[in-house]
């Protein structure tokens, strides 16, 4: 089991910045990449960001160049930082942990943080 535990949402004024964190605990060493997901009212939850346990990252071209993903091995935390924040950047911002066994992928998710973006 893998528990996640965000902090860092917000309001913020468009243009602004903010940075959510994602603590992880449990079977830290299953996991082999860490993701940051988003949902807004009424839209599917879309893929944000993420990271592998090597430190390869990735983002989504809607926040490339605003949003960065980063990880402290140390503290078993993964961050996302957001940068220039949009009117459409709002949403419920959730932390995922990719766990894989055997041939099967399991996920886990931490309980949400929410993003407020006035303009």
């Known amino acids: 089991q893998v528990q996640l535990v965000e902090a860092g949402g917000g309001w913020v004024q468009a243009g602004g910045s903010l940075k959510l964190s994602c603590a992880a605990s449990g079977m830290i060493s299953s996991i082999n990449a860490m993701c940051w997901y988003r949902q807004a009212p009424g839209k599917q939850r879309e893929l944000v960001a993420g990271?592998?346990?090597?430190?390869?990252?990735n983002s989504a071209d809607s926040v490339k160049g605003r949003f960065t993903i980063s990880r402290d091995n140390a503290k078993n935390t993964v961050y996302l930082q957001m940068n220039s924040l949009k009117p459409e950047d709002p949403a419920v911002y959730y932390c995922n942990a990719r766990v894989p066994y055997r041939t099967l992928q399991y996920d886990y998710w931490g309980q949400g943080t929410q993003v407020t973006v006035s303009s």
């Open positions: 990271i592998t346990v090597g430190g390869s990252a």
